[in-house]
């Protein structure tokens, strides 16, 4: 078996739902391993795909460990680990490889047999036919093609994920900006709320203070009780004696202030001086 056999096997089961030689395998991603290895001629590896490296027959496959620089050749079963498959693990025939990434051809990771790129995440090993030889009739430049095409679809992967996640960021900003506007928006209504309940409260004490004025011109056009007329008298004055104290020492302070303010800005002796003048204008 060869490359020649390999992409014979990958055209005949590409997109082919429900690939696999049981019952209970087909549709599933090792399905497709054991299709693969019924062309190669070899015995049923049974198991999970977690499993297919332990249930390995030696005398058949060679079993590689995963290493930070090994990678497998076209032609080996990938087997992926428990975290993949819902803990099952998950498996693939390799087309290309190397120390970064894999060109998988695998079942259900969803749907039927198609060809993805992969990394080496959770990667427990493959096996290697030892019936299988990279030998075949296919032309060098068309491996060397393949091998392009890998690499660039890579790059565009690594590139694709770069730019989403710029947009992420800008995303968030704009969130983040969102939110501060909605916040300024509730404020202002909050600070509108309240001037608008001032507002209320003003008018209705001008409209009690208005009440008030019309009950003591009343009384005044009809003065049967001057004690009571006296009394609602006092009892308008009261309020507006509240609001003037304020306003008057705040004026006694501007005055003191003033004061103050001619006092340091004519000389020592002026005073002094101003009254000997005045008692000379005296003796006049």
Same mark, same amino acid.
């Given at each position: 078996?060869?490359?020649? *056999?390999?992409? $014979? ?7 082919? =739902?429900?690939?696999g &030689?049981?019952?209970?395998? $087909? ?48 032609g080996?079963?990938l087997?992926?680990?428990s975290?993949? @498959?819902g ?7 390799v087309?290309?490889a190397?120390?970064n $990434? ?16 992969? @990394?080496?995440? &959770?990667?427990v @090993? ?17 491996? *060397? ?23 992420n960021? $800008? ?9 501060n506007?909605? &916040? ?6 909050? =600070?509108?709320? *309240? ?17 008030e ?14 004690p009571?007329?006296?009394? =609602? ?17 705040? =004026? ?25 003048k ?7």
């Open positions: 078996m060869n490359l020649t *056999d390999l992409l $014979k096997f990958i055209f005949t089961y590409f997109n082919v =739902a429900n690939t &030689d049981t019952t209970d395998n $087909k549709g599933q991603c090792v399905g497709l391993i054991e299709v693969w290895i019924d062309a190669l001629g070899l015995t049923h590896d049974w198991g999970n795909a977690k499993d297919l490296l332990t249930n390995a027959d030696t005398s058949k496959f060679d079993v590689i460990q995963n290493t930070p620089d090994g990678f497998p050749q076209s080996d079963i087997v992926y680990g975290q993949w @498959g803990g099952y693990g998950h498996t693939g025939v087309v290309w190397d120390a $990434k894999i060109l998988l051809y695998e079942q259900n990771n969803p749907g039927a047999p198609t060809i993805k790129l992969e @990394g080496y995440d &959770d990667c @090993g493959w096996l290697h036919p030892k019936n299988f030889t990279l030998t075949s009739g296919i032309a060098p430049s068309v491996l *060397d093609t393949a091998n392009q095409r890998a690499d660039n679809n890579y790059n565009q992967l690594q590139t694709t994920l770069h730019e989403n996640s710029d947009l960021a $800008k995303i968030t900003d704009l969130q983040t900006q969102l939110q506007l909605r &916040d300024a928006f509730d404020a202002q209504t909050k =600070a509108d709320a *309240d001037t608008g309940a001032q507002l209320l409260d003003a008018q209705h004490n001008a409209t009690n203070l208005q009440n004025v019309r009950s003591i011109a009343g009384a005044l056009s009809t003065p049967t009780d001057l009571s007329i006296l009394k =609602a008298i006092d009892t308008l004055k009261t309020p507006l004696d509240e609001q003037v104290k304020p306003l008057q020492q705040q =004026a006694l302070s501007l005055q003191q202030a003033l004061d103050e303010l001619i006092y340091k800005r004519v000389p020592k002796d002026f005073w002094s001086k101003l009254w000997t005045i008692k000379s204008w005296r003796m006049l």
